[in-house]
């Protein structure tokens, strides 16, 4: 009997694995191991470990609501969000609204996101209706559609009128800076919210709590009968249709949906940032939040809130502890901007090119 069970055991022992294998996915694998494998070199170096992992978690947060926008238009089969510089330039002209009349801490924050809402609300729809004639085409059309938004936008940001001297060209006394600092304003207060060491790693509590807030939110919603509409119209359109849902009412609200969540990221990523970058700044930050829900699983058919968190974490860390690690083991040699060029950017292109079970 003991000799069944112990041979029943070694029998079972490689099926778990196999299970946890083809869960887990072997890209997610080879980028757990690679992480790894950096820490461990950093180890070797004596690089200040707490520092490194400090700056991802906060990486992690100020980046989450930005890949979590990609769940929406997933879910539904509209594809990824190329168009994603849309939503976060509303967060922008949020910030800069709540900047013009000088508010601070909480009040400026909650006041940015309050003013970007309607805006990526608006803008969103119109968006929907767009991608809604260009069906089958969505990603390529996103992708133009969000640098046509950042260029038109680089000619408000030059006429709007707006009067504070801290945000305004000193020569002329018109149109707003390249880069505005919030230090002032409402810099890092999600961060510095409930924030606390642990064995010397910052924890940014508040910065966190945001993120797994709208994680909690997107699960809560995804079970609802609207939730479960989207992905039954994600999975499979003809049958949604026959079932009696308007797909096409579930794709506008998707992409709705994802904007909004662009514009509070973008708000959540200058606070954390300390800075508002405007002009061309947004122009791809499309795609590291793309990269990030591929790597985290998600695929063109499939999506969920783990696979965004994930992705986030994965991608994340990794693009923050390979470049300090790589400038200190080829010390001498300031390659920090080409490393960080060559890791996102191939990651970028790993992920875009993977097959769909990743």
Excluded at 29 to 48: E, P
Excluded at 222 to 232: C, Y
């Amino acid at each position: 009997m003991e000799l069944q069970m112990t041979k029943g055991k070694r029998i079972s022992d490689p099926s778990h694995l196999r299970d946890f294998y083809e869960k887990f996915g072997l890209p997610r694998l080879i980028i757990s191991l690679f992480l790894l494998g950096l820490f461990m070199l950093a180890l070797i170096m004596k690089m200040d470990i707490t520092l490194l992992l400090s700056a991802s978690i906060d990486r992690i947060g100020m980046n989450g609501l930005l890949v979590l926008a990609m769940l929406p238009t997933l879910v539904t089969g509209v594809g990824l969000n190329f168009g994603l510089p849309v939503g976060f330039v509303c967060g922008l002209v949020g910030g800069v609204i709540s900047m013009e009349y000088n508010l601070t801490g909480f009040t400026g924050l909650f006041t940015a996101m309050l003013c970007a809402l309607p805006l990526a609300i608006i803008s969103g729809y119109l968006y929907a209706a767009l991608l809604d004639r260009v069906r089958g085409q969505e990603m390529m059309v996103g992708t133009y559609v969000g640098f046509a938004v950042v260029a038109g936008m680089c000619i408000f940001w030059l006429t709007a009128p707006f009067k504070n001297p801290a945000m305004i060209w000193a020569i002329g006394g018109k149109g707003l800076r390249v880069t505005l600092t919030l230090y002032e304003h409402y810099s890092k207060v999600l961060n510095n919210f409930l924030v606390f060491d642990l064995f010397g790693v910052t924890i940014p509590t508040g910065l966190l709590l945001f993120f797994a807030f709208f994680c909690w939110l997107a699960s809560l919603f995804f079970q609802t009968r609207t939730g479960l509409a989207m992905i039954a119209t994600g999975a499979n359109p003809m049958y949604a249709k026959s079932s009696g849902i308007n797909t096409r009412k579930m794709r506008y609200l998707s992409i709705v949906i994802s904007n909004v969540l662009a514009a509070l990221g973008a708000v959540v990523y200058a606070q954390s940032y300390g800075f508002l970058q405007l002009y061309t700044a947004p122009l791809y930050m499309a795609f590291p939040a793309v990269a990030a829900a591929l790597i985290g699983g998600a695929t063109l058919k499939k999506a969920t809130v783990s696979h965004i968190v994930i992705g986030t974490i994965l991608f994340q860390t990794l693009l923050t502890i390979a470049l300090p690690v790589t400038q200190t083991v080829l010390q001498g040699t300031d390659i920090s901007e080409i490393a960080r060029m060559i890791i996102s950017n191939g990651m970028i292109l790993y992920a875009l090119t993977r097959n769909e079970r990743g």
